[in-house]
């Protein structure tokens, strides 16, 4: 059983940059392919970006690419999404995610953390 706990949201103004953090615990963090997703109210939860086991592999929501960076540490059991040039419609909860395989957008993983509030606005 693996354990998710997310941190680092907040508010900030747009063009700003915040960096998430998902530590994990409970299994053997490098077994996973680790994702980010977010909700924003009244929407469906939608896929950010995922990162491979050995983190050479990574995916893009089109709506980021070029502005988030997804990275991992295996030896900190932790995920990393650094998030820069935020705009208004990046404003959502965001989701740290994990999986042995599959899909890496599709939303059915296998666990999930409790979810950090992002908020850009002036």
């Known amino acids: 059983q693996l354990q998710l706990v997310e941190s680092g949201g907040g508010l900030v103004q747009p063009g700003g940059s915040l960096r998430l953090s998902c530590a994990a615990s409970g299994s053997t963090f490098s077994n996973y392919i680790m994702a980010w997703f977010r909700q924003a109210p009244g929407k469906e939860r939608e896929f950010v970006a995922a990162i491979m086991w050995s983190g050479l592999t990574k995916y893009y929501a089109d709506s980021v690419k070029g502005r988030f960076t997804i990275s991992r540490d295996n030896a900190k059991n932790t995920v990393y999404l650094q998030m820069n040039s935020l705009k208004p419609e990046d404003t959502a909860v965001y989701y740290c995610?994990?999986?042995?395989?599959?899909?890496?957008?599709?939303?059915?993983?296998?666990?999930w953390g409790q979810g950090t509030q992002v908020t850009v606005s002036s």
């Open positions: 995610a994990a999986r042995g395989a599959g899909v890496v957008a599709r939303i059915d993983y296998d666990y």
